[in-house]
């Protein structure tokens, strides 16, 4: 079976990689000049260092256990510390323990942070016996966690975790889509605090959340294409999707001289726009739908100094409402070991889901607007060597109310042609796990190992 894989990613990639291992010729399409999507390393000050994601989450199998099937598994680099802060009401504040993407589930921790005023304390236990529906029904989680525990905790606490996953607001992301572990708790009690704790994983869970590669997890792509060994073909964007008697004819080239490619299957790993130009002929009302999906756009700041800077911890956040262009800083060089600490690096993200001004400043602006934040918030910053701004337009998308529906509503009609199947961050989660087990699951369904989607 010839297999076509429109989408170089790590989603794209991992469905490659699945169907050459199930003996399929496969050809990955991709519109960009290179593999890996949002995962790419460079230097910068003779330090490489990821542009895109640094890191996965280690309690879901799928990116270890692919780590593992390509040799790369004893590599995997755990971080020194995973403590983090919030700058909130003029200080750094220690994110409380035991919480769920924000949502506190400790009381004495909360209060022991600082994060919230007393006021906003106070306001967080009475969730325990306000009265109210049980939850049923999709909803904002910034409207679900402001009506049980107070707006504080969505603006100092919630929002900006939300941030530092999708980039995103919480008043505008879907409870179900982004918490999905809490949903099946919220139906069975009123208190959101106690829904939340019946949700956290297992303390007994052992070992770090999250790992990377020495040499930076922009390595994976390269090492997944070569263990695929798939014909690719960069730089080639398919313009048309259209069923033959057969299988599938891919359209590329210009619309002067188009191109095309005759294949068996077709597994769609692009965002969700391409995506949902070409199945728009096969499905126009889900396809129309699914094109509205939002997206944020997001920068990265690298700095390298030349020496430490003071403090502890991986980094922090920094909430909307605090005004500032930087919403987080990672001390890249105190949490990853494999990292010197002279010269010192830094990472500062830049952009939230509809703010794009900043982002249209020029490099130099941003760097300058990142150094400036950092030295407010820390004091004055040891000499900068060398900088670097990573760009990712478009890159996160935006779970809003319904976005389950919707993702059922485009897999329901993609199902009804053989041996199509789409995959990726539109539709299964933005983390490099279940972008690796999407693309997996839909290799899997267009050979008709396994007839449902992952």
């Known amino acids: 079976m010839h297999v076509a894989v429109v989408g170089g990613g790590i989603t ?15 050809t990955v399409l991709e519109a960009s000049g290179r593999l890996g999507g949002k995962l790419a390393v460079s230097e910068v000050g003779g330090v490489a260092v990821d542009e895109g994601a640094e890191s996965l989450l280690t309690r879901a199998p799928d990116g270890v256990g692919l780590l593992r099937e390509l040799g790369l598994g004893d590599e995997l680099v755990e971080p020194a510390t995973a403590a983090a802060s919030v700058w909130s009401r003029g200080a750094f504040r220690p994110l409380p323990t035991r919480t769920l993407l924000g949502l506190p589930t400790d009381l004495a921790a909360l209060a022991r942070s600082g994060v919230l005023s007393p006021r906003g304390l106070a306001r967080v236990p009475l969730d325990l016996v306000l009265p109210g529906p049980r939850v049923t029904e999709d909803l904002t989680v910034g409207e679900l966690v402001g009506r049980r525990l107070g707006r504080e905790v969505v603006e100092r606490l919630v929002d900006p975790l939300l941030g530092g996953v999708y980039a995103g607001h919480a008043d505008r992301l879907s409870v179900r889509a982004t918490l999905p572990q809490l949903v099946p708790h919220l139906a069975g009690q009123r208190s959101l605090l106690r829904a939340a704790r019946a949700a956290l994983p297992a303390a007994t869970t052992a070992g770090p959340p999250f790992a990377t590669l020495p040499g930076g997890l922009g390595r994976l792509p390269e090492v997944l294409a070569a263990a695929a060994a798939a014909e690719v073909r960069l730089r080639t964007t398919v313009r048309e999707l259209t069923r033959t008697p057969t299988g599938w004819r891919l359209t590329t080239g210009s619309a002067a001289h188009p191109q095309s490619l005759d294949v068996d299957a077709v597994v769609l790993a692009v965002p969700a726009t391409p995506a949902a130009r070409l199945l728009a002929g096969l499905l126009p009302t889900a396809a129309a739908e699914l094109a509205g999906l939002d997206y944020a756009s997001v920068a990265l700041v690298t700095l390298v100094l030349d020496a430490p800077v003071g403090g502890a911890g991986s980094g922090f956040l920094v909430p909307a409402v605090e005004g500032r262009t930087t919403k987080a800083v990672t001390w890249s ?16 993200s830049v952009g939230r889901a509809g703010e794009t001004a900043d982002l249209q400043r020029s490099d130099e602006e941003l760097v300058e607007l990142v150094r400036r934040d950092l030295e407010a918030l820390t004091g004055p910053l040891p000499r900068v060597l060398d900088t670097r701004v990573s760009r990712w337009g478009g890159s996160l998308p935006q779970y809003a109310v319904g976005h389950l529906d919707l993702v059922r509503r485009v897999r329901e009609g993609v199902a009804r042609h053989p041996r199509l199947a789409v995959a990726g961050a539109a539709y299964d989660g933005v983390g490099i796990p279940v972008c690796i087990r999407s693309g997996r699951g839909a290799a899997r369904a267009v050979l008709g190992q396994n007839g449902e989607h992952v």
């Open 333 to 348: 060089s105190r949490k990853w070991p494999h990292l010197p600490q002279r010269p010192f690096v830094l990472r500062g």
């Open 12 to 26: 794209g990639l991992a469905a490659a990689y699945d169907a050459v291992q199930a003996g399929a010729r496969v």
